[in-house]
């Protein structure tokens, strides 16, 4: 509706006198909002008060002008001008009729457009490092960035959804250094655990598998792997001593055993990651591996492109990008002294083969400590050729999960944290999918379990869900009672639709394809949860006022023309969400 407005708008500009056209006559988008207030109709332009001055005419005097220019249409049943120059639209009731029949007659397809024009746009979501089960705070990363990609891909973006594997670098090192101190464990060694290593009882089963593959083969005794090393923390410093136990590890079991001890702690988490992200209903088109980066040469392409474009340097026997000549805050090493190349440059070949693959947008969804990666990589593009513009970043903000009114606290390191696989089994998919996407992204989540539990309408995924439920048990009702529906009389019986609750439904269900378009284009998933939370109150006003099953044939089959239309906007919402529309509760 709201782009049939901005037509009308198109069409006035372009039909203006010589002497009042301006001189853009017909903007690409002419700004059309809906009103706030009832008694201004229902949409509005401040088309006149944006191009007044360039017709060099009053803001009201261009506005009489596009009203009288407009073109007549049956939809619309009076235009009026307001304030300084504001155009209010009043549509007919056979407007929204008409959209009405259009949710029945496109049912899953409504709300669903080409505004994206098949841009190719990669989604790039969750990317932990596979070094232990995802936890609460990485399901609201699933949860946004899945529901972000099915916003685009609504609105007519090529989505392609990805996970970049982090299966290189220190982390896993200590990950699978962790893993051979388990299985260490597992033949009677005794010793202090290292305070930076993984301990969570995650790494047991992993333990055991190397057990099964090596037998007694890597088993070493404790005082050969701890004898000679620096303290560990508080003495001395974590990070120095897990490094020196790492090397330890290499020296004693060698390649092959570190990593036999790498590769099962990797297969085994990523495949509990994958489980429990298909469990969670979200999938990817890929998932890459951060190896495979130097393994086909990537790095090593996109530094000699750094250094012909004659931004490389060397300083302390380290290679240095120059950042600060592309925005950042400072130069990047890109290779260290040692010659090994920093996670810095694996990004940036990461996000150039991102566009060597044919994507125009790259979006990144990344925990709120990583603000200062934005303009590293930003930077790192544009020194390679690349639109800086072509990165974006969204940043997720951290969740408070609370149970029983009490902070549950987590460490991803000590072992002690709350998965969101057991979140999942206490709270439910469609409770988890929904709570982590109520609030915008920029701001802390406090998840709360008991109100996610419950059965009130105080929880806001019960009471939207509920309302899908009540439109089928009215229908099953309606067959109980040997009633039927007549599927041609219903949409042409809408004229009966006169009651307040019955227009106040209407006008909330149409705006569901300008909130899709809105919350794709603002990358606002929370902006749908807030619509499809007013749209479940409208209706629910209007099951506690009126009965639907009423003897009147025509009037009966126009509210269920009605409440059948409700229930396919929120079933086409929800699912957006990634959230089930049950039939009964």
Not at 21 to 44: I, K, M, Q, Y
Not at 49 to 78: D, G
Not at 458 to 480: D, G, W
Not at 489 to 508: C, D, I, K, M, N
């Amino acid at each position: 509706m709201k782009n049939a407005i901005e037509q009308l708008v198109r069409d006035a500009l372009a039909a203006l006198p010589a002497d009042l056209r301006p001189s853009d006559p017909n903007p690409a988008s002419p700004l059309v909002e809906r009103t706030r207030d009832a008694s201004h109709g229902d949409f509005a332009t401040n088309v006149a008060l944006q191009l007044a001055k360039a017709a060099k005419r009053k803001p009201r005097e261009l506005a009489q002008a596009i009203l009288e220019a407009l073109p007549a249409n049956e939809l619309v049943a009076k235009v009026e001008i307001a304030g300084p120059g504001f155009i209010n639209f009043h549509l007919a009731p056979t407007a929204f009729h008409r959209e009405l029949a259009r949710v029945l007659e496109e049912a899953q397809g409504y709300g669903r457009s080409r505004l994206g024009g098949e841009r190719p746009v990669i989604v790039e979501f969750v990317s932990a490092n596979p070094t232990g089960p995802l936890h609460v705070g990485h399901g609201r990363h699933a949860a946004f960035g899945a529901t972000l990609a099915n916003l685009l891909e609504a609105v007519g973006f090529k989505v392609h959804r990805e996970y970049y594997i982090n299966d290189a670098g220190r982390q896993m090192d200590i990950l699978a250094a962790s893993v051979w101190l388990r299985y260490l464990e597992c033949f009677g060694e005794q010793f202090p655990f290292p305070s930076n290593g993984y301990r969570g009882d995650y790494l047991l089963p992993i333990a055991n598998k190397l057990v099964e593959r090596a037998g007694r083969s890597l088993v070493r005794p404790a005082a050969q792997v701890f004898g000679g090393l620096p303290e560990d923390a508080p003495a001395g410093d974590k990070d120095t001593y897990i490094d020196a136990v790492i090397a330890r590890a290499r020296q004693l079991i060698g390649a092959d055993g570190f990593r036999l001890a790498f590769d099962l702690a990797l297969d085994d988490i990523l495949a509990d990651i994958r489980g429990d992200l298909e469990e969670f209903g979200v999938r990817y088109d890929q998932w890459f591996s951060e190896r495979s980066l130097a393994e086909d040469g990537a790095i090593d392409r996109a530094l000699e492109l750094l250094r012909r474009n004659g931004v490389v340097y060397e300083k302390d026997g380290a290679q240095w990008f120059r950042a600060t000549d592309f925005g950042d805050e400072k130069d990047r090493v890109v290779v260290r002294e040692n010659g090994q190349k920093t996670y810095f440059a694996s990004d940036i070949a990461y996000h150039l083969q991102k566009r060597e693959r044919g994507f125009e947008q790259l979006i990144d969804v990344l925990g709120a400590d990583h603000h200062g990666y934005i303009a590293r990589v930003r930077a790192g593009l544009l020194a390679m050729g690349q639109p800086g513009e072509c990165l974006e970043v969204r940043l997720v903000q951290f969740v408070t999960l609370y149970r029983g009114g009490e902070k549950v606290q987590m460490s991803t390191r000590s072992g002690e944290f709350i998965t969101l696989r057991e979140l999942r089994r206490e709270v439910g998919n469609d409770a988890a999918r929904f709570f982590y996407v109520m609030r915008s992204n920029d701001q802390h989540l406090d998840f709360d379990m008991q109100l996610a539990t419950s059965k009130s309408n105080e929880n806001p995924v019960y009471y939207i869900q509920y309302a899908h439920a009540r439109v089928c048990s009215v229908l099953r009702q309606m067959r109980e009672k040997g009633l039927s529906y007549d599927p041609a009389r219903g949409p042409a019986a809408t004229h009966r639709l006169v009651e307040a609750h019955e227009q106040a439904l209407l006008a909330s269900m149409s705006r569901y394809p300008e909130v899709v378009e809105a919350a794709a284009l603002a990358r606002a998933p929370h902006a749908l949860v807030h619509y499809l939370r007013e749209l479940a109150n409208d209706f629910h006003a209007y099951y506690n006022a009126h009965q639907f099953l009423v003897e009147d044939a025509e009037l009966r089959d126009a509210r269920l023309t009605l409440i059948q239309g409700l229930r396919q906007v929120v079933r086409n919402g929800l699912g957006l969400l990634g959230v089930s529309a049950p039939e009964a509760m």
